[in-house]
């Protein structure tokens, strides 16, 4: 990985623990996605379809949203900021090839003081990909629209999220669009 890439890398992963620090209080969180998602290619190509346990599996295994959630819902539980992330590495005979996804993202809860809550989220990050001595890093944006039920009283939760990701491109003919449903299980850390 390049030294651009650990820098992203670095302050992707300590953008949450910064604002949870701010505001003091709430519940940090932590649980794995797993998923299913169709990643297709702008301007007519081919797609993807993967299934994950958990979902990932970076780009070069066909997924385009990370599979770690670590977050932080502030004390009124109007919100959550979550960095969803990803990492995949693989070497052989001297040459590797590599991922790294993250996306920092903002959720909005409808329903505060509810053991079912309807949220929407959005967020962006990127995605670093390599192969031995060369490397890339593409722009990931996503929206989702899901539903978080509380557990084990209060100490964990359960998710189902519809997602959209794009990864790159700046136009309708370049970059991936992957349209997923995520179901999560989250550990909640007070």
């Known amino acids: 990985m390049n030294g651009f890439g650990l820098l992203l890398l670095s302050l992707v992963l300590v953008t949450p623990v910064e604002a949870a620090e701010a505001t003091g209080g709430g519940a940090w969180t932590i649980?794995?996605?797993?998923?299913?998602?169709?990643?297709?290619a702008s301007g007519g190509g081919g797609s993807i379809v993967a299934l994950g346990w958990p979902s990932g599996g970076g780009l070069f295994l066909g997924g385009v949203q990370p599979g770690l959630r670590v977050g932080y819902v502030t004390p009124a539980g109007g919100s959550d900021i979550y960095l969803d992330t990803g990492v995949n590495y693989a070497s052989s005979a001297g040459s590797s090839v590599y991922s790294?996804?993250?996306?920092?993202?903002?959720?909005?809860?409808?329903?505060?003081?509810?053991?079912?809550?309807?949220?929407?989220?959005?967020?962006?990050?990127?995605?670093?990909?390599?192969?031995?001595?060369?490397?890339?890093?593409?722009?990931?944006?996503?929206?989702?629209?899901?539903m978080r039920r509380m557990v084990s009283d209060g100490h964990g939760a359960v998710r189902s999220e519809f997602r959209f990701d794009r990864l790159g491109g700046s136009n309708r003919e370049s970059g991936l669009n992957s349209f997923a449903v995520k179901i999560g299980v989250d550990l909640w850390i007070r």
Not at 31 to 40: D, R
Request: proline share 4%.
């Open 100 to 146: 790294v996804m993250n996306t920092v993202n903002f959720q909005v809860n409808f329903a505060r003081r509810s053991d079912i809550t309807p949220y929407v989220t959005a967020g962006a990050g990127f995605a670093l990909t390599g192969f031995s001595d060369y490397s890339e890093t593409h722009a990931l944006f996503g929206l989702g629209v899901g």
């Open 31 to 40: 649980g794995p996605n797993f998923g299913f998602s169709v990643v297709s």
